[in-house]
């Protein structure tokens, strides 16, 4: 959540064929894949030598922003998922210190609230949105522009599936010890491992209930966000070091106060990514018919959990531009073409004055 | 417990007729409720056109403060009432990762602590009191403008009352689950649930163990708080993040040293606006009744206790301006007239200046 | 552990009769006291009027140093000795979340971790040491002026006694019913509460153990204290936050790491002053003679492992100032008694200049 | 992991015969043991007669980094196999406040996470790398120098033997209450201690799955340290003290969730020294056949992980001077004589002028 304009702005001061936008290609593509013409690096540490003569170091230049989510995700997901898999598949393992265990239901919270904080510090460059729904959001309601969210969809997803297939490939002989060699079976079976991966409902939600408790924890983390992202409230500064620790308590908090009853996914990478890697490796189709098909509710209530969160911010508490606090909720620049063209033309002055989005 | 002069002083520049007391009316109008004319808005950071001209912006301006205590507690509360719920809720859940619950004690001090610290990042703007007793405390030993109190106070009632109707509306299938549908009862019922929302006394104490108890917890509560803002101790800059991540600690500390034997409530505020909810959502007259009409005593021991907390803290330590560091305590202003309005003088001298309460 | 300089060189630009150091009689009470004779107030905080003609007034400032140790203190065994008290009365409480108690042995290393934090944030000015043994340490190897020591002494002991008895009767009824009316009683009796004030050894630990185990924390305490305080090393600058959140790391991990066969008391005030009042209560002799009179090892450890702590830290890693790098350990001073004169000269000189210490 | 060149800055200003480079044989002395020929001394906090005179004072100068290693090691393993052997030992012991021994399998990931937070304080100076992988991976992708490696290594080693030697005398009443005097067993004995000092595998564990859940903890731990040390990423500023705060969320999340299967050596210092203590002990050869001979997994496989970690991370992150951002991998070096020559004619060119590495 980082805005892109903290890292770009240093290097304003570079002009023309800079470095970050070495050749006019590498531009052209980043351009054409819906990321700002010039990638954010911080001129003061790189390296002399570029090397944008070497094929890789164009590639990573040129999806710079995608390849720090998608870090960011898998060391989100490898923290996260591999909490869940060493309390549930250890249980009552009387060799534990302690002989209980390596592990409770708070080591969850642990480890998915580190996760993120540690995802973040990963994924510092890209933005470290680590989930679509924010990324939706910081579009909609904080100028992130449109056109990159196709990209970081990808690369969150892309990160939720990778980081859940290496955590299967460290816990392979626990869940074979655990289940039976062969056997992967879904909740509400008792020895079911799917859960390591994707949330399921407890028994006893409704749709309704459960679409709720998507929706409300979404809203609260896009609301607090917002507030830690405030520079007009107590807020943090830019790029500093207090939002990733901040961040951690709030995920820490979602899980320990709302990670109950549908498990706390509010993020479809986290969800919908791993969910796949186990449909893949074998846990059959219950993965989408568990819960009475309740696999696509961590795909959609995250988005209205959010967008609903930011709304809230911004009506009561921001004083930033946002589209809410525009006259007509900002619709003006879809109903009055005239106007839209004169936002679009200050847009673009200002684009290219700062040299960043 | 930010003071307001941190984020006031930004807009001193801003002269006569500025933005953030925009019109004479909505000066009127924050004056009459007992608000400093002009709004505590970061201008630095605010959009260009504030749109006072739409009902809502002036209406948000006039009420900044209440909102953001609002919000503020509400957050506090979704957490707090939220960490009880799950661990109450989900005890002996076998499906849980780890087989014994979603979360034990621990978890109630994790979610009061990290709500509270949220709770002040998301109502940094106002003040982030949090509770009228520390809000009153602050208008007797800092200065805080009585006028403000009654606002104050509504707006954190007001933020407990929906916050715990937000926990109630998550969890309903889970109490219906745990009490049965319809079922709603109070400790000491052995399937109560009220104590998701307000706090009921253990059965082995007595009234005035019960009030020591609330009094000695807000007495720490006001104390620290004190030594944590204090400019001339190792204290807090003003507006700074430690003093949020300290609290956490504090409230942690509260609830895992004194949290047992009254529920540490410390707080009208999170204890009689859930405890109202919960008497509307069909908990029936024992959320009054029990413990030998409890109810009473998390609303007068707070202010009791932070009253005295904020005094010794202020004869001991405190050597800024107190009325306890005054001559006769500060009682001289309503004894002699002459000397009291020299004092009320200075002080609107100063007001005037400083643009700030 | 604030060196006092940090605070005292905030008023060396006032010269003579000022403010602090207030009058001739004021300077001369806090000398015989074996205080410097100013102070250590933050004048750009401090309240324009100091009413010194107020009788208060004056002993607060002639004992400002103590105050802040008592009330530090204080704080610490509140919630140290707090989290021990909910943790063992409410042992196999069903009615608590979780059904499981109040908090399990990790609320005791929160309790302590917190309690010497917020402890450190409360008595900020006057060193914040909360243990005599840390105390004799600094006065040993950082120039901290022996004539403090007995005061501070004095202080942290009382902090101790006064301390545990807010406990006790906070939680008197909790032990009421966990004992019985009247009945008290110390380890190893199955019902024992002695422990929630101070500490007794486990039983199958021999004397030689009881002590290696006090040294070795009190060795830890003290090495990572000086590191932490180092700033020649990462080190901390001075009046940092960094320090009381490092110190509760610290502390919590003695609790989790070395916390059980003698219960880290590492610390006379904390140990002695609870013991102290436990006897007053009515535990008995037993007290004392529990373990084996196990009583003074508590006392007599921690100022050997402190010592040893900052001497290894010294030798090894300090490149400041310490009678340790200092040729033949600094006992020069003693045997050539034209040295000793010509470092006390300089030293006299220093202060002087510095207006501290 | 904080950079060298941080505090060796501190004294480029000094010249020629200065203090930290004292007499010509204190240089070659360092220059010999492949450490900079000054040693790494804040000169601003550092004691004004430095007494190089002393024997110990030359020593101390000579081997200045390998002590702040051999004492960061010392310390983390304290609270690491501290942590383990409290929560093992006491397990079930009903005296423990709670009822339920002295601290949880959490415990352990406070002890790790935390002894290394303060490892890293006490060993600041150096580099604080507590870990021949680590400092390995830093040779090869940071420009650490090689020749320092075998001195690190050797004092990280020896830090891990002293550490669990002295943690072992804390415990030894504990560990023959809990063995039987003279009985010293390793897993998967039923009341097996060795498990207090290094790693053994959970049984159901295949060689290889072994190796991989090494492999893979050793490369997060790299992949994020190389992120949390990025300037330019998100990253921390040199010598910063938000650094050992993040590796106590690291390793704790380690801990948690890859702590299991072979309980996360990750350092050949914290599993191979203490497992030459506890042969020496008298736990008897099966500490090294256990498992299969597992004993050199914990050797070799935190070397590769930290190795490619690093890797991963400059491949796809890092945009400073790294190999993997040079053409060939950096490997011309090798392949062109002339090229090498010129590089090495280069780097002793700045080192002369940074005074430093």
């Known amino acids: 959540m980082v805005p892109l304009q903290a890292t770009t702005t240093k290097h304003t001061t570079s002009s023309g064929q800079d470095s970050t936008g070495r050749s006019p290609s590498l531009r052209e593509t980043r351009a054409r894949l819906g990321l700002h013409p010039k990638a954010p690096i911080n001129e003061d540490e790189a390296a002399e030598p570029r090397n944008t003569g070497l094929a890789w170091g164009r590639i990573r230049i040129a999806l710079r922003e995608p390849f720090s989510e998608f870090w960011g995700v898998v060391i989100m997901i490898l923290f996260g998922n591999g909490s869940v898999a060493q309390v549930l598949l250890s249980m009552g393992e009387k060799t534990a210190p302690g002989g209980a265990g390596y592990g409770a239901y708070q080591s969850v919270s642990w480890g998915w609230g580190l996760g993120v904080m540690l995802g973040i510090y990963v994924a510092g460059d890209s933005g470290a949105y680590l989930n679509p729904a924010i990324t939706f959001s910081n579009c909609l309601y904080r100028q992130l522009p449109w056109r990159r969210f196709p990209l970081y969809f990808c690369a969150q997803i892309l990160g939720g599936f990778v980081g859940s297939g290496i955590v299967y490939a460290n816990y392979i002989n626990a869940i074979n010890h655990f289940e039976g060699r062969g056997i992967?079976?879904?909740?509400?079976?008792?020895?079911a491992t799917a859960g390591i991966f994707c949330t399921y409902p407890a028994a006893f939600m409704t749709k309704a209930s459960m679409f709720f408790s998507e929706f409300i924890a979404s809203t609260i983390l896009m609301f607090v966000i917002f507030a830690l992202k405030d520079q007009g409230n107590l807020g943090s500064a830019k790029n500093d070091r207090w939002f990733p620790l901040s961040l951690f308590f709030l995920i820490f908090g979602l899980g320990a106060c709302f990670g109950w009853e549908t498990g706390y996914a509010i993020n479809i990478a986290r969800d919908f990514g791993p969910r796949l890697m186990s449909y893949a490796l074998g846990y059959g189709p219950e993965v989408w018919s568990a819960g009475g098909y309740y696999f696509w509710i961590p795909m959609v209530a995250p988005f209205c959990g959010c967008i609903f969160g930011g709304f809230l911010y911004d009506v009561f508490i921001y004083t930033g531009p946002s589209p809410v606090n525009s006259p007509w909720l900002g619709l003006k620049i879809f109903l009055r073409p005239d106007?839209?063209?004169?936002?679009?033309?200050?847009?673009?002055?200002?684009?290219?004055e700062e040299g960043a989005v």
Chains 1, 2, 3, 4 share one sequence.
């Open 184 to 191: 992967r079976t879904v909740p509400p079976s008792p020895t």
């Open 339 to 352: 106007y839209a063209w004169k936002v679009r033309k200050q847009r673009t002055i200002r684009e290219v």
